[in-house]
């Protein structure tokens, strides 16, 4: 695809995460599903970038004041997660020039609105019950892409097992720290192929949420109330 079309993708993606009518990974699915022609990677690119828009938006929105064009693809320009040789081949000298002097502005010298992107209700909130440090290590935790995380069927497999048939794959996966039946994956791999994943050995599943069920210890016959449901993995 064309870097410019693909940008033109990126800038209408961002558009409709932007109006929260969705959940973000659905309006990303739904998109995808209308583009079907996209391959792997412009399909990483578009939602990495949606992403990061997402994350940062406070501070995207205020810095995309400047410059010219819609302010979506304003965003898209700054937190483009694609490769950089396409964003230059789809932008102009004047775009060039306005994002590099933005992107060289110091993260330090914003606002703590603009460095932590959180409603003003709840940083002020955090930071009471937290303290500074630990607020700002959360913050520095939440700006980054989450780590893909998977939940092992102990009624079916070992982790061990999951984990050496991982790397027999090339997929240096590790145990989670905390779960004891979680394991960490690097990238972004297409689980969908894998055989471990169509078997019903894994499942995707954060590790704090693999952690709820340990904390919980619910047991056979008690009622379990999940006021925090997906698709009830936790649950389950």
Excluded at 3 to 26: G, I, N, Q, W
Excluded at 199 to 214: I, M, N
Aim: some cysteine; proline content about 5%.
């Amino acid at each position: 695809m064309h870097p410019s079309a693909l940008l033109d993708l990126a800038t209408e993606l961002v558009r409709a995460m932007l109006k929260l009518d969705f959940p973000a990974d659905s309006i990303v699915s739904n998109f995808f599903k209308r583009h079907r022609t996209l391959g792997p990677r412009e399909r990483h690119a578009l939602a990495e970038t949606a992403y990061a828009v997402l994350r940062r938006r406070t501070r995207y929105q205020h810095l995309a004041q400047s410059g010219q064009g819609a302010l979506e693809r304003r965003m898209v320009l700054l937190a483009w997660a694609g490769d950089s040789n396409q964003l230059r081949g789809a932008v102009g000298p004047n775009e060039q020039a306005w994002r590099d002097q933005v992107k060289a502005i110091d993260p330090a010298s914003f606002s703590d609105k603009l460095r932590h992107n959180l409603p003003d209700w709840l940083a002020s909130a955090l930071r009471t019950q937290l303290g500074d440090e630990v607020f700002w290590a959360l913050v520095a935790s939440l700006d980054e892409s989450a780590p893909l995380d998977l939940r092992v069927n102990l009624l079916k497999a070992k982790r061990e097992d999951i984990l050496e048939e991982l790397k027999a794959l090339g997929i240096a996966a590790t145990a989670t720290p905390y779960s004891p039946w979680g394991i960490r994956v690097p990238g972004k791999p297409a689980l969908q192929k894998l055989a471990l994943f169509n078997r019903g050995d894994v499942e995707v599943q954060d590790e704090g949420s693999q952690l709820l069920a340990v904390l919980t210890d619910a047991k056979r016959g008690e009622m379990v109330v999940d006021f925090c449901a997906g698709a009830g993995g936790k649950t389950l």
